[in-house]
C-alpha cells in the first residue's frame, strides 16, 4: 500500500468504460480491489448525480460521488451543490436562438449546476456564439458543458477531502478528457489513461501506455496502490478515440 496517498478519484466515461461509453468489467473490479486495499475511492464524472450515485452504489464504493464536473457532490445522503446553472442557461439560451437546431442531453433534465449539449456541433462554433457570455466551455467526447466561470471538477474533489479530512495531495486522480486536466494537476498525482486527450496527458503525472481500464490497471500498479489485477483483463474494443464526461 502507499501510504502517501488516501483517495483515488476516478473518471468514468473514457477511463473505466470503453470509446462507447460500456461499463468495463475490469474497471469496476480494479476500483472495489483499490477500496479493499485501504483506500477511499470515488467516482468523479460530468454525468448528472442520478448516474454517478447510481454507478458508485453499485459498484459499491465507500467515497462521495462528484457530479456534474465538480458541481454537485453526494456522501451519505447528504448533497453538496458547488455552483449554479444560472449563466449557463443564459448562454445556452442565446445559443439556442442562433443555432435553433443546438440539444440538451437527455440527462439534462436532472442536471443542475450546468448545460450539457449534444457532440453533434462544431465546438469552435458554439465558442465564437457564446464569446461575450461568462460561462466555462468544456467539451468531451460526448458532450460539450456550459458551467459558470470556476467551474471544474478540481471543486468537487476538494470538497470531498474537506469531507473526509483529507488533503488535496493525499489524492490520486485518473481520467482522460479535458475536463479532467484541472484534476490531474492539481491533485497529489494524476494519471491519464492511454486514450486521454493531448491535454490530459500533458497536465498528468504518468500516462499509460493502455487504454480505458487497462490503463487505469496501469497507472495504478506502477503507483503501489494496486497489488493485485484481476483475471482475465478486458481489454476495450475498437479504435482509441478523446472522450469522457
Known amino acids: 500500500m502507499n501510504s502517501k496517498y488516501k483517495l483515488l478519484v476516478c473518471d ?3 477511463t ?4 462507447k461509453k460500456c461499463i468495463q468489467t475490469l474497471g469496476i473490479e480494479t476500483l472495489r480491489r483499490v477500496q479493499d486495499n485501504g483506500y477511499m475511492v470515488s467516482l468523479c464524472s460530468g454525468n448528472v448525480l442520478p448516474v454517478a450515485f447510481g454507478l458508485s452504489t453499485f459498484i459499491g464504493l465507500k467515497g462521495p460521488v462528484i457530479a456534474e464536473n465538480g458541481g454537485l457532490v453526494s456522501y451519505r445522503e447528504h448533497i453538496f451543490q458547488l455552483h449554479s446553472d444560472e ?13 435553433p437546431e443546438v440539444e440538451r442531453l437527455f440527462t ?3 442536471r443542475k449546476t450546468e448545460v450539457a449539449i449534444k457532440r453533434s456541433f462544431d465546438l469552435d462554433t458554439v465558442k465564437e456564439i457564446l464569446k461575450d457570455c461568462k460561462v466555462e466551455i468544456e467539451a468531451t467526447g460526448f458532450a460539450i458543458h456550459l458551467m459558470e466561470p470556476g467551474h471544474s471538477k478540481v471543486d468537487g474533489v476538494r470538497k470531498a477531502c474537506e469531507i473526509l479530512g483529507y ?14 486536466v484541472k484534476m490531474l494537476s492539481q491533485c497529489g498525482y494524476g494519471i491519464a489513461v492511454g486514450n486521454a486527450s493531448a491535454p490530459a496527458k500533458q497536465a498528468a503525472d504518468y500516462v499509460s501506455k493502455a487504454s480505458h481500464s487497462e490503463g487505469v490497471v496501469e497507472g495504478l500498479e506502477q503507483l503501489g496502490m494496486l497489488t493485485y489485477v484481476p483475471a482475465g483483463r ?12
Request: proline share 2%; charged share 30%.
Open 108 to 110: 439534462d433534465n436532472w
Open 16 to 19: 473505466i468504460t470503453d470509446n
Open 167 to 180: 488533503d488535496i495531495s493525499e489524492v490520486v486522480a485518473i481520467g482522460d478528457s479535458d475536463n479532467d
Open 12 to 14: 468514468v466515461d473514457g
Open 87 to 99: 449563466a449557463a442557461v443564459k448562454a445556452f439560451a442565446h445559443l439556442k436562438n442562433k443555432m
Open 234 to 245: 478486458q481489454r476495450s474494443t475498437g479504435p482509441d478515440e478523446t472522450s469522457g464526461i
